[in-house]
């Protein structure tokens, strides 16, 4: 199984900065990546497709970028709607394997 | 718009049987790849099962295999999953989730459901 290891665990930022999320595969994963926020109660929502595609709907200050085995989210000028936490998921073999996420916490 | 309704969760002894149901609605049911997955509680997500668009092919993660089945009824654009034999360990809230590429069975998930709670206790 491809093993997603997911950074940091939790991070704390104000509003208006920029912050990243890495995700490290075990092996390559062809840009078969995806970035997903999850809000306490609620079920998770897509934000980024095949390593760097914007989902429809999703704020451009969300981006991915990465190749290989090493992936990475950015948020630029967080806004309070943005304290969630964020899953990346490989889906280039099965099983389908999510990195074990990130608490994304505002000041 | 695209929605995803689960049904079907709740308690259930250990080793006894579960059927889950997930009603689509606001897309083309029959073009798309389907999915479950499921995240025990305050844990992360754990993919469960995959099913081509025409019910073909189906996918499933090791510790499930043999025990659950994954289904679909294009004409009542309804997904199902089976679950047997269920384990303490199997406890989550199950997510139903549709792909993101038409007639492709591989790649993201693209909407999932509100998802519904399987508890497996005595």
């Known amino acids: 199984d491809i093993q997603m290891t997911q950074s940091p665990a939790s991070l704390s930022a104000s509003l208006g900065e920029t912050v990243s999320i890495e995700c490290l595969a075990s092996?390559?994963?062809?840009?078969?990546l995806a970035w997903y926020q999850q809000k306490p109660g609620k079920s998770p929502q897509l934000l980024i497709y095949?390593?760097?595609s914007l989902q429809d709907g999703v704020p451009s200050r969300f981006s991915g970028s990465g190749s290989g085995t090493q992936y990475s989210l950015k948020i630029n000028s967080l806004e309070s709607e943005d304290a969630a936490t964020y899953f990346c998921?490989?889906?280039?073999?099965?099983?389908?394997?999510f990195g074990a996420g990130t608490k994304l916490e505002l000041k | 718009e695209v929605q995803l309704v689960e049904s079907g969760g709740g308690l259930v002894q250990p080793g006894r049987s579960m059927k889950l149901s997930c009603a689509a609605s606001?897309?083309?049911?029959?073009?798309?790849?389907m999915a479950w997955v499921r995240q025990a509680p305050t844990k992360g997500l754990e993919w469960v099962a995959t099913?081509?668009?025409?019910?073909?092919?189906?996918y499933y993660r090791d510790s499930v295999k043999g025990r659950f089945t994954i289904s679909r009824d294009n004409a009542k654009s309804t997904l199902y999953l089976q679950m047997n034999s269920l384990r303490s360990e199997d406890t989550a809230t199950y997510y139903c989730?549709?792909?993101?590429?038409?007639?492709?069975?591989?790649?993201?998930?693209?909407?999932w459901g509100q998802g519904t709670l399987v508890t497996v206790s005595s």
């Open positions: 989730t549709r792909s993101g590429i038409l007639r492709i069975t591989r790649g993201w998930f693209a909407y």
């Open positions: 606001g897309f083309t049911f029959s073009n798309y790849g």
């Open positions: 099913i081509s668009y025409d019910g073909s092919s189906t």
């Open positions: 092996e390559d994963i062809y840009n078969n």
């Open positions: 095949y390593a760097s």
């Open positions: 998921l490989q889906d280039s073999e099965y099983p389908y394997t």
